[in-house]
């Protein structure tokens, strides 16, 4: 079994280990990469404080930059025996390259080790998230452009209620994807401060440089007090976890339109056959399970913010071995919700609309609140007006005036695509993923 970084005389008891590791060695493949960054950003500190020479730091770079080759590949393996990502990475360099891989270690902790590698990883991965989310509003506000004048009901209470489209339908997700970009924006603001430097919590007695690393690294600006940096530890994931949790509702919600929209009892749109299942049974049977799939993971994914608060709440400041097990739930939701986009960005693409709905009679109430309208706008008082069409309602003699003219902003007429679209690029134009990206690239290439 390989030494543990920690380790000195007393080798830690079998069962405790096997305990105490839990499922780490499995969760820092995800951060394999991110480790090795952020050893390149710091060693390249050092040397300019003096810790390292000038061939030493050259040496360890074109290690490590190997070292990232094969994570970035997928082949970076954790070793039987050793400990974590962080311990696996010295214990490349110093078989490459004898004691000088023990000095990368210098001036930090496996505590800002760590923290550096989720906010890293994080960044890496919200920027992912946002092009999944672009992607999606696209298709979303084509197709509300596309079938702009293609009417469908609108309901309060699942009772038909008043006119809307399937322009509203379809861009109104796309809005909804908005906000919650916006969310996501406030959240990547909080991952991208740089957490090294501070240690164990404490800072060190070695003169840092982390204003340096905080460059190198590409972030916005660094977290200052030490302590602080520390208990951001599980703060940052919640926060990011409420984001995620954010566009999640949105696309659950989808999901469960498009079920209902797509069932005969609706048939307001159609699935292609290709992106449905059968019944073992039933041969009829074409059903939805990407959106019954993505409404169940995605309703996980809301359950994330609560998952991390109870894994953290009740820690005073300082770190704690409970911070670990964050991990298990944190990272792996972010390939999930990608999965999730990439699948509801294919099937908006290829809905069928049904053009003809309001072509059936049980929906000629849709336009009572237009009656009542018109009456208002020739003058009658609206109560009077509200009244009149009831009571004609009731007798059975109300006949529906289905050419509709709604102007305001945002409205059936007016769906203000345009400014939508504009929002949402604002938005991420704010994130400035180039400067990270650029930083990044020129500490690896």
Request: proline share 3%; with cysteine; aromatic share 8%.
């Amino acid at each position: 079994m390989a030494q543990k970084l920690w380790e000195k005389n007393v080798q830690v008891n079998t069962e405790v280990d096997k305990f105490t590791v839990g499922k780490d060695r499995e969760m820092d493949l995800y951060l394999a990469k991110y480790d090795v960054i952020g050893s390149m950003a710091h060693i390249t500190m050092l040397e300019s404080i003096g810790l390292l020479k000038k061939e030493e730091l050259q040496q360890l770079l074109a290690e490590l930059k190997k070292i990232y080759t094969i994570a970035e590949n997928g082949r970076f393996v954790i070793e039987e025996g050793v400990e974590d990502v962080h311990s696996q990475v010295e214990l490349m360099l110093t078989r490459r390259l004898g004691d000088i891989g023990k000095k990368i270690h210098s001036g930090r902790s496996r505590n800002d080790q760590v923290l550096l590698d989720l906010k890293l990883f994080t960044r890496a991965q919200i920027q992912e998230i946002v092009s999944g989310i672009s992607q999606l509003f696209d298709t979303l506000i084509t197709q509300s452009n596309r079938y702009k004048d293609v009417l469908l009901p609108g309901y309060t209470h699942l009772q038909v209620a008043m006119p809307s489209s399937f322009g509203l339908w379809f861009g109104a997700y796309a809005e909804s994807l908005v906000d919650d970009l916006q969310l996501l924006l406030a959240a990547y603001k909080i991952c991208n401060r740089n957490p090294l430097g501070s240690a164990a919590g404490y800072g060190s007695s070695f003169p840092l440089k982390r204003q340096y690393t905080t460059e190198l690294l590409g972030f916005e600006s660094m977290n200052y007090n030490v302590v602080y940096a520390q208990m951001g530890r599980g703060k940052m994931e919640r926060t990011v976890a409420f984001a995620l949790a954010g566009v999640a509702a949105t696309l659950s919600k989808l999901a469960f339109d498009a079920c209902m929209f797509n069932s005969q009892n609706f048939g307001f749109i159609k699935l292609p056959d290709q992106f449905t299942t059968g019944s073992s049974i039933m041969p009829h049977k074409k059903n939805p399970d990407v959106f019954e799939l993505t409404r169940a993971k995605c309703n996980k994914i809301q359950a994330l913010p609560t998952e991390i608060t109870l894994i953290s709440n009740n820690l005073p400041s300082g770190y704690f071995r409970d911070l670990q097990i964050i991990k298990e739930v944190f990272l792996p939701a972010f390939d999930e919700l990608k999965d999730c986009l990439y699948m509801v960005n294919l099937m908006m693409g290829q809905i069928k609309v049904n053009e003809h709905i309001l072509d059936d009679e049980k929906y000629s109430l849709l336009f009572s609140v237009e009656e009542v309208n018109r009456l208002v706008l020739s003058g009658v008082p609206f109560r009077d007006a509200y009244k009149q069409v009831g009571l004609n309602i009731e007798a059975g003699q109300f006949i529906p005036d289905k050419n509709l003219h709604h102007t305001h902003e945002g409205s059936i007429g007016n769906l203000c695509n345009d400014c939508i679209s504009a929002l949402k690029q604002q938005i991420v134009d704010s994130f400035s993923f180039n400067k990270t990206n650029e930083a990044i690239n020129k500490l690896v290439s």
